[in-house]
């Protein structure tokens, strides 16, 4: 066991994902209903905004992972045009589609959320725009996968989209804060979080979040497989077209 | 390179879609506009800036899949990418022959459909700056985007579809500037941001689009 | 003086190997010609001659800016006159005198007409003159006498003659018998195994 890139040999990688991913699909699937249980049925309604606070279980992890998918997208896509893993290239194509999916609950939940705050489903708030943006951006990666035929060049050409994206996205969200002052509250949870919310929603919500991250890992590594197996699939169909002429 | 400059001008020129094209798109996409929202002079005032930002990033992005595309096809990128000239400076020159193509003519077009949309007297000096400084990373992010669609089959939407977002912190900074500057407030921060998004792009985008081709020869 | 040295290279086509084991070197003064028969991976090892793709395996050495390379497609600007693609090309190469090649190729006659209106052969005629034109020892050609006529393919072989007497040298894929003194490399019993591990890290793919 001389390297962590051990892990990602692509046999090795359907070796251990094989062992860990049924303890792994039953813990995350235990952690998601408890944080959402929780948060749904054994939290006070909130003073103000009643049971409608309760949302903000689905809301604000999805959203964070929305964002932080991306961030793992990216160091798979550097550890691909680094180091040449396979596993790597594959993981963020895996990962795209999950991220999308984030995205569109946060602006989903989020719109939902926004009629009995704001009275509006949909404002363009910096906020509710940079996720937008951020769901064109992952929809341009994955339609950019999707159109080239070839693995290898498909994994390097969305590699560097990712890589120029992540800036663009970066600016963009800048560039929105700029546009619009916006009337979204702050980030809920940062670190200081205790001062935002109180201690009966902050627990829940970090099981909540605990179950969306582990959620997350379980589908990746199921979908990394998948892909794996496409890949193998892809092979042994270009060595029978190849020995066939 | 020079050499390359010229031929791309002359293309560009010679196959006469070069000036005439993204010109006229752009016209009658100012056209269509108050046909759309009315002929209220005040709500035509109101969006102009818009209006004249967006129809530039839509008749700049009507012309790049030309950019690399048409030299795919013939095979002169093959060749280019053997040449004694860096594929970097290849995707330089090739913008810039775009931006001179299409950016430029916009520019100059611009003041007068913005005359058509009446646009606030004070906003016309803004609304040539900012094209000016804002058109050529439109050309940069483009031949990009063209770097990672060449040689795909109906890479042109896809095209669209990945430069289109790229091209939205560009967009806000130049019709900020203008909406600032028709109001008279500071235009500074704004401008500074879209020269920096030039220059960031004009001077790093070369390098990830030469990477982007030299893999899709492979 | 070697030119090209290529030691134990194995060649690849999206993602797999089509050639391996491949060892050759072209000394100026010589013409080696490819055979085998098609898809067997010609244009892949002369792409990879020519430093379009790297190679899966093994090595390629060519002396700094030696290859000059020609492919099916000519690279030629149908709205530019055919002294305005020299031109362009000389440019490239840093070179001004566009005379000889367009004299060795027969288009003085020709200069002025745009490449769009030239015949198939005169086009591929235009595509090997620009070989002239780069003042680079190595013509790595894939199938350069497609569609020339048979006084068009002698014209060619005069042209591949007298760079090679100058000192240089070519790589050819070609099926017809250009009539040189060549060295004939067949590609045919280097065609890549398909039943072996190459790479025991990402064997999974392959």
């Known amino acids: ?124 708030d910096p906020r509710l725009t940079s996720f937008l943006i951020l769901l064109l951006f992952y929809i341009g990666y994955m339609a950019l996968w999707e159109a080239i035929e070839n693995p290898d060049t498909a994994a390097d050409l969305t590699s560097v989209l990712c890589l120029v994206g992540s800036v663009f996205a970066l600016l963009s969200r800048y560039a929105v804060n700029f546009w619009n002052q916006g009337l979204h509250q702050g980030a809920s949870l940062s670190l200081d979080a205790q001062e935002n919310v109180a201690d009966v929603y902050w627990y829940p919500a970090l099981v909540a979040i605990a179950g969306f991250i582990l959620l997350f890992v379980t589908l990746v590594l199921l979908r990394t497989r998948t892909e794996i197996r496409a890949r193998r699939l892809h092979a042994l169909d270009m060595r029978e077209r190849v020995q066939g002429q | 390179m020079i050499r390359l400059f010229w031929r791309d001008l002359t293309l560009a020129f010679r196959s006469g879609g070069g000036f005439g094209l993204g010109l006229g798109f752009f016209l009658i996409l100012v056209t269509l506009v108050p046909f759309g929202v009315g002929p209220n002079s005040e709500r035509l005032m109101a969006i102009a800036p818009g209006i004249l930002w967006v129809g530039a990033l839509l008749a700049c992005l009507l012309s790049l899949d030309r950019i690399f595309a048409l030299d795919f096809e013939d095979g002169s990128l093959d060749l280019l990418a053997t040449a004694p000239i860096p594929l970097e400076g290849v995707v330089a020159v090739k913008a810039l022959a775009h931006w001179i193509t299409t950016g430029l003519p916009l520019v100059l077009a611009a003041p007068a459909l913005g005359f058509l949309l009446h646009l606030d007297s004070a906003a016309y000096r803004w609304l040539i700056i900012t094209l000016l400084i804002g058109t050529p990373a439109l050309s940069f992010i483009g031949a990009f985007g063209a770097a990672l669609t060449v040689g795909l089959k109906r890479g042109g939407l896809l095209m669209s579809l990945l430069v289109l977002p790229l091209y939205i912190p560009t967009l806000i900074f130049g019709a900020e500037v203008i909406r600032r500057g028709a109001g008279g407030f500071l235009v500074a921060t704004p401008l500074a941001m879209q020269a920096g998004i030039t220059a960031g792009s004009v001077a790093l985008l070369p390098f990830a689009a030469a990477a982007a081709i030299r893999v899709a020869l492979r | 003086m070697k030119l090209i040295y290529v030691k134990n290279l194995t060649v690849a086509r999206g993602g797999m190997p089509v050639l391996e084991g491949l060892s050759f070197d072209v000394s100026s003064g010589e013409i080696l010609v490819l055979r085998g028969p098609n898809g067997a991976g010609k244009t892949t090892l002369l792409r990879t001659l020519a430093g379009l793709q790297p190679p899966y395996a093994g ?101 591949v003659k007298a760079h090679v007497a100058s000192g240089g040298a070519a790589i050819i894929a070609t099926h017809i018998q250009l009539g040189f003194e060549e060295t004939v490399f067949d590609v045919t019993p280097y065609k890549a195994r398909m039943d072996v591990v190459r790479d025991d890290f990402d064997e999974a793919f392959l």
């Open chain 3, 59 to 159: 090595t390629v050495e060519t002396a700094p800016d030696a290859v000059a390379y020609a492919a099916h497609a000519d690279g030629l600007k149908t709205t530019l006159t055919v002294r305005e693609n020299l031109m362009f090309w000389a440019g490239v190469y840093g070179g001004r005198d566009i005379g000889p090649a367009l004299r060795d190729f027969n288009l003085d006659s020709l200069s002025e007409r745009p490449a769009g209106n030239l015949s198939a052969g005169q086009k591929r005629r235009l595509g090997l003159a620009r070989l002239r034109v780069t003042h680079r020892p190595v013509w790595v050609l894939d199938e350069p006498t497609v569609s020339l006529d048979v006084a068009s393919v002698d014209l060619f072989a005069a042209a």
């Open chain 1, 1 to 124: 066991m001389a390297s962590i890139w051990e892990w990602a040999n692509p046999r090795k990688f359907m070796a251990w994902t094989d062992r860990a991913l049924p303890v792994l699909s039953v813990v995350s699937a235990c952690i998601f209903v408890i944080g959402l249980v929780w948060g749904f049925f054994f939290t006070p309604d909130d003073y103000r905004q009643g049971a409608t606070v309760k949302i903000f279980y689905l809301h604000v992890p999805s959203a964070m992972m929305a964002i932080n998918i991306w961030g793992m997208m990216l160091v798979a896509s550097l550890i691909w045009i680094v180091r040449r893993h396979h596993v790597s290239a594959l993981a963020a194509k895996s990962a795209a589609a999950i991220g999308m999916t984030m995205t569109l609950i946060a602006l989903v939940t989020g719109a939902i959320w926004g009629k009995p705050m704001w009275g509006t489903y949909w404002e363009w």
